[in-house]
T-cell receptor, first 117, second 111 residues
Framework: GAGVSQSPSNKVTEKGKDVELRCDPI?????LYWYRQSLGQGLEFLIY????????KSGLPSDRFSAERTGGSVSTLTIQRTQQEDSAVYLC???????????????FGPGTRLTVL | QQPVQSPQAVILREGEDAVINCSSS?????VHWYRQKHGEAPVFLMI?????EQKGHEKISASFNEKKQQSSLYLTASQLSYSGTYFC????????????FGRGTQLTVWP
């Protein structure tokens, strides 16, 4: 398909375990974003990658959260030593970037629902 | 820096109109509107850029008042399919692409 894909769609883990969430952006989109959405809440920005620039990590809630983007395409969000408050839907989005750095519409993937027991 | 959306919730009958507002305390370059249905990813509706350019959905319109740092989404002759949570995302025009999202407005359309 041509859209943003994420895996797994659901992840149940035990408190203290590490988890990895994957995002495949739309081909050709150089910008990639991770957001978190808790039940009934809005979209909380986590991290933003744009090409070869240093990522904007200003939204990561703690040092247990990290993300990388390999080869300018696929991204992995890692949560170490998961806590119950990490339970949420993790959404990935991608977009084109215009000359000058401004980004176009963000297209969202279906999300990964993380449940920490 | 999170924009404020109002109202928090709207209940309509099919065919009625609704307006959802999004305001920011910071100067804006663009406003992005999304709709999210329960259990699904947000879907892009419309983007409004500083300077007046607008693109988006046919049956839904929006305005962007740069001076007041506000945007409004207009839903006319609402349909059952309009039900969902509407989010505005704001961008302040820096080279960084992050959007600041509001808490959302839950719209329910009844037959």
């Amino acid at each position: 398909g041509a859209g943003v894909s994420q895996s797994p769609s659901n992840k149940v883990t035990e408190k203290g375990k590490d988890v990895e969430l994957r995002c495949d952006p739309i081909s050709g989109h150089t910008a990639l974003y991770w957001y978190r959405q808790s039940l009934g809440q809005g979209l909380e920005f986590l991290i933003y990658f744009q090409g070869n620039s240093a990522p904007d990590k200003s939204g990561l809630p703690s040092d247990r959260f990290s993300a990388e983007r390999t080869g300018g395409s696929v991204s992995t969000l890692t949560i170490q030593r998961t806590q119950q408050e990490d339970s949420a839907v993790y959404l990935c989005a991608s977009s084109l970037v215009f000359a000058g750095g401004r980004t176009d519409t963000q297209y969202f993937g279906p999300g990964t629902r993380l449940t920490v027991l | 820096q999170q924009p404020v959306q109002s109202p928090q919730a709207v209940i309509l009958r099919e065919g009625e109109d609704a307006v959802i507002n999004c305001s920011s305390s910071k100067a804006l370059y663009s406003v992005h509107w999304y709709r999210q249905k329960h259990g699904e990813a947000p879907v892009f509706l419309m983007i409004l850029l500083k300077g007046g350019e607008q693109k988006g959905h046919e049956k839904i319109s929006a305005s962007f008042n740069e001076k007041k740092q506000q945007s409004s989404l207009y839903l006319t002759a609402s349909q059952l399919s309009y039900s969902g949570t509407y989010f505005c995302g704001t961008n302040r025009g820096s080279t960084l692409g992050r959007l600041y999202f509001g808490r959302g407005t839950q719209l329910t359309v009844w037959p």
